[in-house]
């Protein structure tokens, strides 16, 4: 009965440190999964775009029929989805 204090403090010292790490990875944790839907999202456009090029025999040809695409001053924008965009050179 002397150890009750002690148990009674460890316990709580335990909660804190499991508090302590549940509020420092689970925002760490949904930061990771938004970043891995954009990260996606980013891919599928690329390959999409990537595969859309090549069926055409230049980039000029690209330019004047593609209607999917906003081409401005060296990037290429989804019409639809204006935040995915793709750097290009001349």
Not at 7 to 30: E, G, K, N, R
Not at 55 to 61: C, I, L, S, V
């Amino acid at each position: 009965m002397k150890d009750e204090g002690f148990l009674l403090a460890d316990s709580l010292l335990s909660l804190m440190i499991f508090v302590m790490i549940t509020s420092i990875l689970l925002p760490a944790a949904l930061l990771l999964v938004q970043y891995d839907v954009k990260t996606k999202e980013q891919l599928d456009f690329n390959r999409h775009l990537y595969i859309v090029m090549n069926g055409y025999e230049d980039f000029d040809e690209f330019k004047d029929q593609s209607k999917g695409y906003v081409i401005s001053q060296g990037e290429i924008c989804d019409k639809d989805e204006k935040d995915l965009c793709i750097v290009y050179k001349n």
